[in-house]
Nanobody, 131 residues
Framework: QVQLVESGGGLVQAGGSLRLSCAAS????????MGWFRQAPGKEREFVAA???????????DYADSVKGRFTASRDNAKNTLYLQMNSLKPEDTAVYYC?????????????????????WGQGTQVTVSS
């Protein structure tokens, strides 16, 4: 089992920045491939970013078109923590943000955008962007 706890959400004005964190515990060997998703009220959960550690300091990353160039996913493997740096925030970025782990125990450069590809989820953190 993998436990994921997100933090760092809050209220920010449009154009501002936030950094979300996702601390992993438990079977952290299952956190090679991780993702960020978000869900706005009345909408389905959608893909934001994914990152996969392939060894050393090498990672692969993928971003939704809506956040590309504004959001950056990174990770500190020593701390078992995934981050999402969010810049130039827009009101349409308002949502509950979730981190997720696919649960694979092997290194892979493959990245996944489908929620059903992820086995473990955090409880979410609210991000609200005011106009």
């Amino acid at each position: 089992q993998v436990q994921l706890v997100e933090s760092g959400g809050g209220l920010v004005q449009a154009g501002g920045s936030l950094r979300l964190s996702c601390a992993a515990s438990g079977q952290t060997s299952r956190t090679y491939t991780m993702g960020w998703f978000r869900q706005a009220p009345g909408k389905e959960r959608e893909f934001v970013a994914a990152t996969s550690w392939t060894g050393g300091n090498t990672y692969s990353a993928d971003y939704a078109d809506s956040v590309k160039g504004r959001f950056t996913a990174s990770r500190d493997n020593a701390k078992n923590t995934l981050y999402l740096q969010m810049n130039s925030l827009k009101p349409e970025d308002t949502a509950v943000y979730y981190c997720a782990s696919r649960g694979n125990t092997y290194r892979s450069s493959n990245l996944y955008r489908n929620v059903f590809e992820y086995a473990y989820w955090g409880q979410g953190t609210q991000v609200t962007v005011s106009s």
